[in-house]
């Protein structure tokens, strides 16, 4: 199990290192001088070049790289071009609404999912299957910016139990912030729970042809029990790759319904950082990023041993 | 109906899984403390019949007729009922061992579920009495704590944990389909000795399937045959073989003692002559008529990295195989039998070239072909091929015959022309029984003995000196391995083919070898003619393997003794 564990975090480590790395040759190669940016067009080019040296700009590739990563390591993330902030505050400020809506939305993907997933498999093709099948189709065709849609003119408008948008803040209380990002939270659940229940569903069909689950039925244990006491557990495997997949996605990739819902979250930020050239704020979002998808791929890889002990003795 | 007087009473049964007939109005019984041997080839019902029992049919199953277990009519039982019975009155051992107990729960808490289930007591308890059951299937506590988890343990430890969850709760009757299909004969013997005691303890009512006449031969007081659906016989196990008055049941004794018809090869009269040294390994290389032998290992190993114990520590290397030395003649066939786990098939691998020895020389008509790379080993590929144990699972479902038997072709040096390549498929298919018009199907169109053919013509296209074959027909019923084994033995006469077989099954090795090399932890421990080791076989190893290997002939002397 420790060989397994520390493996793992080696190649966590490995692969954070490697796309620092990336990341810092991208912003390299992108056209732009930062001190030129920062001095606007009319500084002259002494001007420039004195901050340039004072920025370390001219220092060697090698100590520019190690500079950056010891800064970014010591989370100094520099100040924000364009909002004149330290990027940190920044992105402190973003990361507290995204964090907490990915959280919700992943909770509630698989709070949804593994249920119909269990249902449907434990009666495929009867009826009830073929329409939560359909339904969860419907769910992985629908774009979730239209349910955000939906979702604001049934519960916003008509029902107004919830703001249509706009984020508090956590400083005026704990329920008006998570009522604001309940909706977007279930706009950005509803597709991936509909991905999530046909991958339990396949998976636990899987399962339940495997000679074991006969064992257990053999045994004397009613269906449901077999289901959730032996079915389950072997078919996690894939849902929690998905549910891995799916928190990175959640994290990062949702600026359009941060956009139907003006939540000030990180999505939102690296798109007008990117579109206003602010290279400081994108690089430190995309490293924190990479950073956060990486830690995740490392529970996943460690749950994978909680769940499977034939993992636990590998190497 | 007439009332129920034994344990299990079946009547009429008939059974239609999606409107197709699986079994025709079987009659079938069991008394406490009886052994009742099922027997039939594969798609017969035998497995339909235990799961009917059971109650645990696939969704489209319909059966009728009558099926009374202990007073209670099973097919009209209730779901609730039948989870009562199962489990408690009826227990189940199944065929396959490796994947029949759930990887993610550990063995102790797979047998307690069943105790916890039915009789409500606490998880102590239940560990308790999981315990003694595994102390009594012959898994003590010391080596096997409730903690280990199933892959931890090898395929006979896990059959035995099948039988603890089977037996746990002290059942009237005991159904167990192939227990032991899939374990080696040692496995077997210890397999079949603790069911017989189990029976004997509990006045347990056994019903054995099996395909293996020998088996159920030593193990039951009366059987059934079973043969599409359709009991052809059934009576006291005695009479029923002796008499064998049913044609099929005369057809399954005699193809399961089917001994090919072989010419006497030379090399065959001159492996009978020489016996002589004391070593329990008779080297034949000496005498041999030919002076390059087709195929000679010399003292090869394979290790394997020990378990890691801790982050800097491992166990020693383990010793796959272990100095192994021996040649083959060419034409000479040539059998490697031992138990699971014993190196056969990683020996195996090594001589295919799929797999490097630690250290030691595989030689190859004389050339080495250890440490060859890819492209240098075209020609020994070519001449040497191989078949697996496996007739389902080796061939690409997708692909036609024409496409799956040309394969080894790209190994030639000059590439046939579509017309040439076409010819030498039709010319490998009428070697092994199959013709022209089978070109153009797909592997599922074919039976598993005809599948196995398939793959004998796809080893034969290249015309190859040596065919290295894997339990070549252990997954095929005995009439057709009766067929598969003579094709064996035709190829080897009409072209010279040499043969290293590697199984456990003894019957295999008696009919179409000349020689039996045993192999025992890694290293060959015996070598000689095929009826001398396996008549008086000298070492250990060799002696417990032919004492385990059942034996329809012993088998049925014993019984007429004991019945009469």
């Not at chain 1, 793992?8 to 991208?26: H, K």
């Not at chain 1, 002494?46 to 090698?62: A, F, K, W």
């Not at chain 2, 096997?144 to 006979?156: A, D, K, T, V, W």
């Amino acid at each position: 199990m420790t060989a397994y564990l520390l493996k793992r975090i080696a190649i966590a480590i490995a692969t954070l290192v490697l796309a620092s790395l990336v990341v810092f040759a991208v912003l390299e190669i992108v056209p732009g001088d930062p001190a030129r940016l920062m001095l606007g067009m009319n500084a002259s080019a002494e001007q420039v070049e004195q901050l340039r040296t004072q920025m370390g700009l001219n220092d060697p590739l090698l100590l520019r790289y190690l500079h950056w990563a010891g800064d970014l390591l010591t989370l100094d993330l520099g100040r924000s071009l364009t909002y004149s902030v330290p990027v940190l505050d920044l992105v402190r400020e973003r990361v507290a609404v995204s964090l907490p809506l990915a959280l919700i939305a992943l909770a509630l993907s698989a709070v949804i999912a593994i249920p119909v997933g269990l249902y449907s498999a434990s009666r495929r093709g009867h009826a009830g299957d073929t329409l939560a099948m359909g339904a969860a189709q419907i769910g992985v065709a629908i774009p979730n910016f239209w349910f955000a849609l939906m979702l604001i003119y049934l519960f916003a408008v008509w029902l107004r139990l919830v703001p249509a948008g706009g984020f508090p803040g956590w400083g005026n209380g704990i329920w008006p912030a998570l009522k604001s990002l309940l909706l977007p939270a279930v706009a950005l659940a509803l597709p991936q729970a509909a991905i999530l229940a046909r991958v339990t569903r396949s998976a636990l069909i899987d399962v339940l042809n495997e000679d074991y689950i006969r064992t257990a039925r053999a045994k004397g244990l009613p269906y449901r029990a077999v289901l959730w006491q032996h079915a389950l557990r072997n078919a996690m495997i894939p849902v929690l790759t998905i549910l891995g997949l799916q928190f990175a996605f959640l994290l990062a990739g949702t600026i359009i319904i941060e956009n139907v819902f003006y939540l000030p979250g990180l999505g939102r930020l690296v798109f007008q950082a990117i579109t206003q050239r602010d290279l400081i704020v994108v690089e430190s979002v995309v490293m924190l990023l990479v950073a956060a998808v990486i830690a995740v791929n490392l529970i996943v890889d460690l749950s994978y041993a909680i769940v499977d002990p034939r993992l636990r003795g590998r190497e | 109906m007439s009332p129920p007087k034994g344990l299990l009473q079946i009547e009429n049964l008939s059974l239609e899984i999606g409107g197709v007939p699986v079994l025709k109005d079987v009659d079938l019984a069991i008394e406490r403390g009886e052994v009742m041997g099922l027997v039939g080839e594969s798609g017969s019902g035998k497995s339909m019949t235990a799961l009917t029992i059971m109650q645990l049919l696939p969704h489209a199953a319909r059966a009728r007729g009558s099926v009374i277990f202990d007073g209670i009519d099973i097919l009209a039982a209730t779901e609730d009922q039948m989870c009562a019975l199962r489990g408690d009155d009826i227990g189940m051992v199944f065929q396959e061992p490796m994947t029949a107990l759930n990887p993610v729960k550990t063995i102790g808490g797979q047998v307690a579920e069943g105790i916890r289930w039915h009789t409500r007591v606490s998880r102590a308890e239940a560990e308790d009495r999981a315990r003694q059951i595994l102390d009594r299937v012959g898994l003590p506590e010391a080596k096997f704590p409730l903690s280990r988890y199933p892959h931890e343990l090898s395929g006979g430890q896990r059959q035995r944990v099948v039988i603890a969850i089977a037996c746990a709760l002290k059942p009237k009757l005991l159904i167990a389909d192939e227990p032991t299909t899939a374990l080696d004969v040692v496995l077997q013997a210890q397999i079949l000795d603790l069911l017989r005691d189990l029976v004997a303890e509990n006045r347990m009512g056994l019903l054995l399937i099996s395909h293996d006449l020998a088996v159920v031969t030593e193990m039951a007081d009366r059987i059934t045959i079973l043969r599409h659906g359709e009991v052809m016989e059934a009576g006291e196990t005695a009479r029923v073989l002796s008499e064998q008055e049913h044609p099929y049941t005369r057809q399954l004794a005699q193809a399961s003692m089917h001994v090919p018809r072989r010419k006497e090869t030379a090399i065959g009269r001159w492996a009978i002559g020489s016996r002589e040294g004391s070593d329990n390994v008779r080297l034949p290389t000496a005498d041999l008529p030919t002076a390059i032998p087709l195929l000679s290992v010399q003292s090869i190993s394979r290790l394997y990295p020990g378990r890691r114990t801790s982050l800097f520590r491992r166990d020693a290397p383990v010793h796959a195989v272990d100095d192994v030395s021996f040649t083959i003649a060419p034409g000479q066939s040539v059998a490697l039998v031992g138990r699971s786990g014993c190196g056969k098939s990683t020996l195996a691998r090594m001589i295919l070239a799929l797999d490097k020895p630690s250290s030691g020389e595989i030689r190859f008509r004389g050339e080495t072909i250890t440490g060859r790379s890819e492209a240098d080993l075209k020609p020994a590929r070519r001449d040497m091929q191989v078949v697996f144990q496996d007739p389902y699972g080796s061939f690409d479902p997708r692909q036609k015959v024409e496409k799956l038997v040309a394969e080894p072709l790209h190994l030639l040096e000059a590439q046939p022309s579509p017309a040439e390549r076409r010819d030498m498929v039709v010319h490998a298919l009428r070697e092994v029984g199959l013709s022209e018009t089978d070109l153009n199907k797909y592997p599922h169109e074919f039976s598993g003995g005809q599948r196995q053919r398939l793959s004998i013509a796809r080893a034969l296209i290249t015309r190859p000196r040596l065919i290295v074959a894997d339990e070549p027909v252990s997954a095929l019923d005995v009439s057709i391995r009766a067929q598969v084994l003579d094709l064996f033995a035709d190829l080897n006469d009409r072209l010279g083919v040499a043969y290293l077989f590697i199984t456990h099954d003894l019957t295999v090795a008696r009919a179409i070898t000349d020689e039996v090399m045993v192999m025992h932890d890694g290293r060959i421990v015996e070598r000689g003619p095929t009826p001398s080791v396996l008549d008086s076989p000298r070492s250990e190893a060799a002696q417990a393997l032919v004492a385990a290997a059942p034996d329809l002939h012993r088998a049925l002397a014993k019984k007429i003794r004991e019945q009469g």
